[in-house]
Nanobody, 124 residues
């Protein structure tokens, strides 16, 4: 059974940093993409960053240069290092996984496995 468990959320002041982690279990191999998504109250879910099994990364524009996604396949763990946090980064953050090696394959298969979320709150 596939399971994703996030941790590392919390409350910080504007300009601060947090590091989110997501431990994945139940996957037969490392051939899957992983991503971080977020959803703020009253807003649609937004894809923040994602990474394929080769380590290629993509980011949404608002976090480029501030957030870094990485993964440790030996630990089946996904990370999101968030620096220079802003109040608009406040949201519930979720990790998700899609079967596939490359981004186009993952997109076709869809992010079907999700964690329970971890709250990030940034105060001004």
């Amino acid at each position: 059974q596939v399971q994703l468990v996030e941790s590392g959320g919390g409350s910080v002041q504007s300009g601060g940093s947090l590091r989110l982690s997501c431990v994945a279990s139940g996957y037969p191999s490392s051939r899957y993409c992983m991503g971080w998504f977020r959803q703020a109250p009253g807003k649609e879910r937004e894809r923040v960053a994602y990474i394929n099994s080769y380590g290629d990364q993509r980011y949404t524009g608002s976090v480029k240069g501030r957030f870094t996604i990485s993964r440790d396949n030996t630990k089946n763990t996904l990370y999101l290092q968030m620096n220079s946090l802003k109040p608009e980064d406040t949201a519930m953050y979720y990790c998700a996984a899609a079967v596939g090696t490359y981004f186009d394959t993952c997109a076709a298969n869809g992010y079907k496995d999700w964690g329970q979320g971890t709250q990030v709150t940034v105060s001004s």
